[in-house]
């Protein structure tokens, strides 16, 4: 299959859902309310950068995600303790630069399952699954691109705070590991893949819902220090070298509605 046919019949793909996405938040008139459990999709700004190394992606479109979350278990505290959760999945398209620029895209999985502590306050457990499309195409400069996995597991920690306007959610990212996975067998005359271990780092969600509303507003941000190494070898068996997932930064800033 051309790269090329496969990329624009994905960029297409999503221009549809972005204008199903308008459509819909303009049939649902502000007749749902956010501050309930619900089925959302949300429109973003994405920022990913190794300064290091000067590699920035950004999204050329606003991303697009869509999902389900049950928070009124963490916002009432005279309901029984249980578990609540926020899923969500999203499709974008990014401009790569760093060897070159590519225009590509990137999907992702978040889950999130929380736990009331005290109050409005809760912990819980977090998985994130990133994969960036690069693979079998090239940058403007002729590097070859290939594919890459982003996987986080972390320990969300955070409170609902009110106000008589609406309420503020702070929560921290307690960042377990990550493993991140490049696939340089795309790449011809490589033999095997690439899989680096993160063990420092952090995360911070903020969002603001006003009361009675369809939406609400978020900031997400990552900043994760420098991998381990792990050997690239030619498929002739010689050694390539040694490679590390440089220290980066990941911000995302939107507008979140409910169906």
Do not use: D, H, Q
């Given at each position: 299959m051309n790269i090329n046919i496969k990329k624009q019949s994905i960029f297409k793909t999503h221009l549809t859902l972005v204008f199903t996405a308008f459509f819909l938040l303009s049939e649902s008139a502000f007749s749902t309310d956010l501050n309930s459990s619900n089925w959302f999709y949300d429109l973003h700004y994405y920022s990913y950068s190794e300064p290091s190394v000067g590699v920035t992606d950004n999204s050329r479109l606003p991303a697009l995600s869509w999902g389900y979350r049950n928070n009124q278990g963490l916002k009432n505290p005279q309901e029984?303790?249980?578990?609540?959760?926020?899923?969500?999945?999203?499709?974008?398209?990014?401009?790569y630069s760093g060897s070159g620029t590519s225009n590509s895209y990137y999907t992702k999985f978040l889950a999130e399952i929380y736990l009331p502590i005290r109050?409005?306050?809760?912990?819980?457990?977090?998985?994130?699954n990133h994969y960036d499309h690069f693979g079998f195409g090239t940058t403007s400069t002729g590097y070859a691109g290939y594919d890459r996995k982003s996987q986080y597991l972390y320990v969300p920690i955070g409170a609902y705070y009110f106000t008589s306007y609406g309420s503020f959610k702070t929560q921290y990212n307690f960042f377990i590991q990550g493993k991140q996975t490049s696939y340089f067998s795309q790449i011809s005359g490589y033999k095997n893949d690439i899989q680096n271990t993160q063990k420092n780092g952090y995360g911070i969600d903020l969002s603001y819902v006003p009361n009675r509303a369809n939406w609400e507003i978020y900031w997400r941000y990552w900043e994760i220090n420098d991998s381990n190494t792990d050997a690239s070898y030619y498929s002739t068996g010689t050694l390539n070298g040694y490679y590390y997932?440089?220290?980066?930064?990941?911000?995302?800033?939107?507008?979140?509605?409910?169906f």
């Open positions: 029984e303790k249980k578990l609540t959760g926020n899923y969500e999945f999203a499709l974008v398209p990014t401009t109050n409005t306050s809760y912990i819980g457990l977090g998985y994130r997932e440089p220290a980066n930064k990941t911000n995302e800033l939107g507008i979140r509605l409910a």
